[in-house]
C-alpha cells in the first residue's frame, strides 16, 4: 500500500471539471515537487505534470496541477472522453531516500 | 526522435536472476538521468531504481535494494537493471524511463514500451 493516497476513482460528465488528490506527509510532499502521470489503456505512463505546477511538452492546458503543504491535486477542466485514463502521483521521499507513486486513479467520463 | 527499448525480460523461475538492457537512441545518452519503473499485472505504477548521468550515483527502492542494481553504461547507450533472488512479486512490466532534473525533482520525459518479467515455476 502506498504512503501517498488518492482516491481510487473520480468520475465525471464530458465538459466537468474533476479534481484528484493526493496526500502524503512532510517528508514527500511537504517539501519536494510533484509530478503527475496518465496512463491509457495498455499504454505506458505519459508526465502531465512536473514540479507541482508544471505542465509537460505538449500537454493540454485543461491538466493543471496544484499543491498546499503535505497535499496535492490534479484538476482536469472540460473533461473530454478520451480523459478516460489513471493518474498518478509521484514526489521523492527524504526518509525513504526513494520515490514513491500513488496508488493511482481512474477516471470514468460518464 | 527519442527511443527506448528495453529487452531480457522472460520467464525465470523464484530464486533467479535475469538482466534488463534497455537501448537508448536519439538523445545525447550520457548527459540524462535514467530510471526503471515496474508495473504488476493489473497494479499500479512503483519506482524501481534511479541513476544519474555520469552513473556515480544510484538510488534503489527498499523493495528490491540488495537484489536489484541499476548500471548504465553510456559508451553504448545501454541501461541496465540487474535483477538477482528473484520472487513471484517482481512479476510486472518494466519500464525505462529518460528524465531530466534530479532523483527527487524529476521531469520523467520519455518512457520504453515495457518489457514483461514473470517470476513462475
Known amino acids: 500500500q502506498s504512503v501517498l493516497t488518492q482516491p481510487p476513482s473520480v468520475s465525471g460528465t464530458p465538459g466537468q471539471r474533476v479534481t484528484i488528490s493526493c496526500s502524503g506527509s512532510n517528508s514527500n510532499i511537504g517539501n519536494k515537487p510533484v509530478n503527475w502521470f496518465q496512463q491509457l489503456p495498455g499504454a505506458a505512463p505519459k508526465l502531465l505534470i512536473f514540479s507541482n505546477t508544471k505542465r509537460a511538452s505538449g500537454v493540454s492546458d485543461r491538466f493543471s496541477g496544484s499543491k498546499s503543504d503535505t497535499s496535492a491535486s490534479l484538476a482536469i477542466s472540460g473533461l473530454q472522453s478520451e480523459d478516460e485514463a489513471v493518474y498518478y502521483c509521484s514526489v521523492w521521499d527524504d526518509t525513504l531516500t526513494g520515490r514513491l507513486i500513488g496508488g493511482g486513479t481512474k477516471v470514468t467520463v460518464l | 526522435d527519442v527511443r527506448l527499448m528495453e529487452s531480457g525480460g522472460g520467464l525465470v523461475q523464484p530464486g533467479g536472476s535475469l538482466r534488463l538492457s534497455c537501448a537508448a537512441s536519439?538523445?545525447?545518452?550520457?548527459?540524462?538521468?535514467m530510471t526503471w519503473v515496474r508495473q504488476a499485472p493489473g497494479k499500479g505504477l512503483e519506482w524501481v531504481a534511479s541513476i544519474l548521468a555520469s552513473g556515480t550515483l544510484k538510488y534503489h527502492a527498499g523493495s528490491v535494494k540488495g537484489r536489484f542494481t541499476i548500471s548504465r553504461d553510456n559508451s553504448n547507450n545501454l541501461l541496465f537493471l540487474q535483477m538477482t533472488s528473484l520472487r513471484a512479486d517482481d512479476t510486472a512490466v518494466y519500464y525505462c524511463?529518460?528524465?531530466?532534473?534530479?532523483?527527487?525533482?524529476?521531469?520523467?520525459?520519455?518512457w520504453g514500451p515495457g518489457i514483461l518479467v514473470t517470476v513462475s515455476s
Open positions: 536519439g538523445f545525447p545518452f550520457e548527459n540524462y538521468p
Open positions: 524511463v529518460r528524465e531530466r532534473g534530479v532523483p527527487w525533482e524529476p521531469q520523467e520525459d520519455d
